[in-house]
């Protein structure tokens, strides 16, 4: 694991990480990846780092997060963070935590958590040395640009956080990574899950052809293209996609209904096909396309969106699959998940704690992550041993 890029280098200052109520899980899985890799290069004497809390047990930091009767909230932080390299983590759509508003119970919304947020970079009070917010699905992040006398909330968030003193933003799969241009001067970084998604996709599956003679990659929308096209290249497969036709003479539940998928690229009759998109929020869409897919002769269709929201339940996903609309589905585990879903057949969990871990002890070492963005040469290592299997 040992990394000589930043291994060697000196850290930005002692590791310190608060995973918030929406990333409770996966921070502490972050945590035992960077302590055991962090104990392993120690008593291997592979790092020349050697000062007082480089190595430890738990890098997480002890806070509290109490709600008054009203629904208010304060953050307080039990450990110190003076001179810490902090990074917070929260799951901002991370919709089970409860708690209690004048005697009535209310579920953590994207506000409440973004608000938590804040609270532990106004508790820090300017104490540490850098502070690094990891949000795996950008708050508002479906809110990104202006078309008409509107907010623009993921802007303005971003803002708002480097206003308060955040160096760094980290997300997974940003809706539209150009929203960074609100804070051109400060860090910030969307993530693909791209390696990992092949990786889970090939290890659950053990029958896929990755050539372009029976697979081919599809979008479901021209947002999604970018995506697309980085997999289509690093595969060496062909690639397909559909455009929405809206009724722009309606708004429902904030949007134009879409009247029509419609299709562009090669036939997909007797190939397996992944749709690849960032997020499965109702599934209405998703599910529609493999539909179109599906009377165009496709074979089996696999689906990769980083996000599974599943915002009007799973029992749409579970008829798809038992009329052999879909074959798998994969989302990661950078948000919440339901017990229901973890245990659907049809379902593929993508672990992305391990690859969240090294960037923080990346960054903590002030070293460069571009290989980490970049894993091209990873996912045609892995396809290679696959094929040779």
Known sequence: MANKKYVESIPVGPLAIVALSGSKTLGETVDAYISNWRSERVDAKESPITFKGYKKDSYLLDYSNPRFGTGESKCTLVDTVRGADLYIINDVTNYSIEYTVCGHKNHKSPDDHFADIKRVIAAAGGKARRITVIMPFLYESRQHRRLARESMDCAVMLQELVQMGVDNILTFDAHDPRVNNAIPLSGFESIMPTYQFMKYLLKNVDDIKIDADNLMVISPDEGAMG???YYANVLGINMGMFYKRRDYTQVIDGRNPIVAHEY??????????LIVDDM????????DVARQLKKRKANRVFVAATFGLFTNGLEQFDKAFEEGLIYRVMTTNCIYQTPELLEREWYIDVD?????ALFIDTLNHDAT???????AHKIEKLVECYKNR
């Open 280 to 287: 499965i929020s109702s599934g209405d869409s998703m599910l």
């Open 352 to 356: 992305i704690a391990k690859y969240t």
């Open 227 to 229: 995506r697309v096209v």
């Open 369 to 375: 992550v571009s290989d980490l963005l970049n894993p």
């Open 264 to 273: 562009l690229g090669e036939s997909v009759e007797g190939k397996d096909v």
